[in-house]
């Protein structure tokens, strides 16, 4: 079946033309990627079974410091997880094709309103999330890292904060300079004709 796409004049759908529809299916090659995230995705899973594994086997030697970092890391791995759930569903319900989930029981809250100005900025909080663990055993454990780290780990995390800020900001103009937006102002505003009925009763 070939692609096509609706007439702006008769609402009939038509034919794509050979270079636009090679242009729009390569969109497609995005596929293998997201299914190489799948796959470091479980990773990560049997890394967090292994750690999880020696947290219960040591758990009698290790002092409370120790617990908590590897309780922290667990936490971290599952943010790094979080993020890529969301690059995944996300990308792939924005750049390549609809997952058809709508209505599902276990349909993500975020996805029926994603975009890629919404995925940047959960993908920036996440990274700020992923920041804030590691900066967070850093100052458990000082003693394994010198002052210049801890500096760089702050700068580093002063900037994921402001360019999540930056982001939703410039996400917020965007969404209020949309033509949508004006679409929906027009929609809001009478028109000439019943303005001018209006006017007339008056």
Known sequence: MSAARPDPRTGARRPMRPLPRLVFMSRWLQVPL????????????????????HLVTASMSLDETSIMLIVLGLIDVVMISN???MVIIGG??????RLGVEGHPDEPEWLDHVNAGVLKVKLAMALISISSIHL???FINPDQHS?????????IHGAFLVSALV????????????PEHFHE???RQPTAATQAAIDTQH
């Open 147 to 155: 002052t210049h780290t801890v500096m760089w780990q702050v700068i």
């Open 185 to 187: 102002l027009a929609a």
């Open 136 to 138: 967070l055993k850093t």
């Open 167 to 178: 982001m939703a900001w410039i996400d917020r103009l965007t969404t209020s300079t949309h």
């Open 92 to 97: 792939y319900e924005t750049f390549v094709s």
């Open 34 to 53: 997201y299914l190489g995230l799948i796959v470091a995705q479980a990773v990560y899973v049997v890394l967090f079974l292994k750690e999880v594994w």
């Open 83 to 85: 993020l890529l759930v």
